[in-house]
T-cell receptor, first 113, second 116 residues
Framework: DAEITQSPRHKITETGRQVTLACHQT?????MFWYRQDLGHGLRLIHY???????NKGEVSDGYSVSRSNTEDLPLTLESAASSQTSVYFC????????????FGPGTRLTVL | AQSVAQPEDQVNVAEGNPLTVKCTYS??????LFWYVQYPNRGLQFLLK??????LVKGSYGFEAEFNKSQTSFHLKKPSALVSDSALYFC??????????????FGKGTRLSVIA
């Protein structure tokens, strides 16, 4: 079955380190998204992509970057991790049209010490 | 700009009673509305969506939602709550004003607790 996976599921890192979270989908969806979930804030959009070589900033993009070199993957990089980036990160994908449903991965819990 | 509000952080309901989780939205054009559910330590699962047509939308696990354009609302409902419905529920909206593809905007979530 087609699916969307995230790795690692849990990560502990130190302030200042570079961290990359992986997201892989097998639906061949054009659109992919990264969100962070924090208590009291719900889901906030970090970056998104509408296709290969396309990336866009979301609501809370500072300190994060993404690249889209193929359809299946959208890795999220924290250039220099900060304690404020401790959160649960969710990747999502969507086929392509505005009425299409977004499907979410299982999440990565990141702790920055 | 598009936005969505879930006015209740927490909803408590007795098992077997009807439940309602409220959602209101703001968009420039026609709204595309979605409900998702999140169980502990899991990702978000799609429940249902409204694009056009019948104002009452039926979804997974016996849930339904009613689109009300005049009140800009899209409340989630279930006739008889189960303990297993206890979870975090998110409403989301996408603005279809230019038929373009804009990201979903999510509410802050409502925690539903069904008490046996």
């Amino acid at each position: 079955d087609a699916e969307i996976t995230q790795s690692p599921r849990h990560k502990i890192t130190e302030t200042g380190r570079q961290v990359t979270l992986a997201c892989h989908q097998t639906w061949n969806h054009n659109n992919m998204f990264w969100y962070r979930q924090d208590l009291g804030h719900g889901l906030r959009l970090i970056h998104y992509s509408y296709g290969v070589q396309d990336t866009n900033k979301g609501e809370v993009s500072d300190g994060y970057s993404v690249s889209r070199s193929n359809t299946e993957d959208l890795p999220l990089t924290l250039e220099s991790a900060a304690s404020s980036q401790t959160s649960v990160y969710f990747c999502a994908s969507q086929e392509g049209g505005p009425t299409d449903t977004q499907y979410f991965g299982p999440g990565t819990r990141l702790t920055v010490l | 700009a598009q936005s969505v509000a879930q006015p209740e952080d927490q909803v408590n309901v007795a098992e077997g009673n009807p439940l309602t989780v409220k959602c209101t939205y703001s968009v420039s054009g026609n709204p595309y509305l979605f409900w998702y559910v999140q169980y502990p330590n899991r990702g978000l699962q799609f429940l249902l969506k409204y694009i056009t047509g019948d104002n009452l939308v039926k979804g997974s696990y016996g849930f339904e939602a009613e689109f009300n354009k005049s009140q800009t609302s899209f409340h989630l409902k279930k006739p008889s709550a189960l303990v297993s419905d206890s979870a975090l529920y998110f409403c989301a909206v996408r603005d279809g004003w230019n038929s373009g593809n804009t990201p979903l905007v999510f509410g802050k979530g409502t925690r539903l607790s069904v008490i046996a």
